[in-house]
């Protein structure tokens, strides 16, 4: 079945960049996505990318897509404390009616 | 306001009873869906439905069971089949049934211990 991985922690300090990576398996994913999941709150949709765009820019994301290696990368530019949260990689495929998401990677900023 | 809602927030129950935890969405979604989370782990998909009066077992959905006869509800009830119940609960709906795009919207989550 799909498979996707993502490494658990990451700690930065406020003001550097983050980037946050994730590998999936399902060669016919159409849609990647990226969820912030705040302590003790549902998820929210941060951005997505659409398999054939290997980079989206939306202010202080940079969503980057090798689709050969099937690996996604969230870059965050300029991390602040509130942007400690866990952040979820997903995937969808025409063939499901769900996505399939990873185990989340905790990012800690640090002041 | 449009959203998906889940009460009660935080649950307590004793062991060998049955739960049911509420989700509401209003955003008109074809697709709800139940996660479980514990802690320090990712989401795991217990059911999913696609449309009204039809739903599929997910990755862990011995001990659950769900309903989906109105399209805004989808209550997931805990048996007390289910060896380790306390956990973070999470509903989530989508637009489409199908297609590719799947951006799903999450409720606040139902945290629920037993006791």
């Known amino acids: 079945g799909e498979d996707v991985e993502q490494s658990l922690f990451l700690s930065v300090r406020e003001g550097d960049s983050s980037v946050i990576n994730c590998t999936y398996t399902?060669?016919?994913?159409?849609?990647l996505y990226w969820y912030k999941q705040e302590p003790g709150a549902g998820l929210q949709l941060l951005t997505y990318?659409?398999?054939?765009?290997d980079m989206k820019q939306d202010q202080r994301l940079t969503v980057l897509l090798n689709k050969k290696d099937k690996h996604l990368s969230l870059r965050i530019a300029d991390t602040q404390t509130g942007d400690s949260a866990i952040y979820f990689c997903?995937?969808?495929?025409?063939?499901?009616?769900?996505?399939?998401f990873g185990d989340g990677t905790t990012l800690t900023v640090k002041p | 306001d449009g959203g998906i809602t889940q009460s009660p927030k935080y649950l307590f129950r004793k062991e060998g009873q049955n739960v049911t935890l509420s989700c509401e969405q209003n955003?008109?979604?074809?697709?709800m869906y139940w996660y479980r989370q514990d802690p320090g782990q990712g989401l795991r998909l217990i059911y999913y439905?696609?449309?009204?009066?039809?739903?599929q077992k997910g990755d862990i959905a011995e001990g659950y069971s769900v309903s989906r006869e109105k399209k805004e509800s989808f209550p997931l009830t805990v048996t007390s089949a289910q060896k380790n119940p306390t956990a973070f609960y999470l509903c989530?709906?989508?637009?489409?049934?199908?297609?590719?795009?799947?951006?799903?919207?999450f409720g606040p989550g139902t945290r629920l211990t037993v006791l």
């Open positions: 997903a995937e969808s495929n025409t063939n499901a009616g769900k996505s399939t």
């Open positions: 439905s696609q449309i009204v009066n039809d739903f």
């Open positions: 955003l008109n979604h074809d697709a």
């Open positions: 989530a709906s989508s637009v489409l049934a199908g297609g590719t795009y799947n951006e799903q919207f």
């Open positions: 399902d060669s016919s994913s159409t849609y």
């Open positions: 990318i659409f398999s054939n765009m």
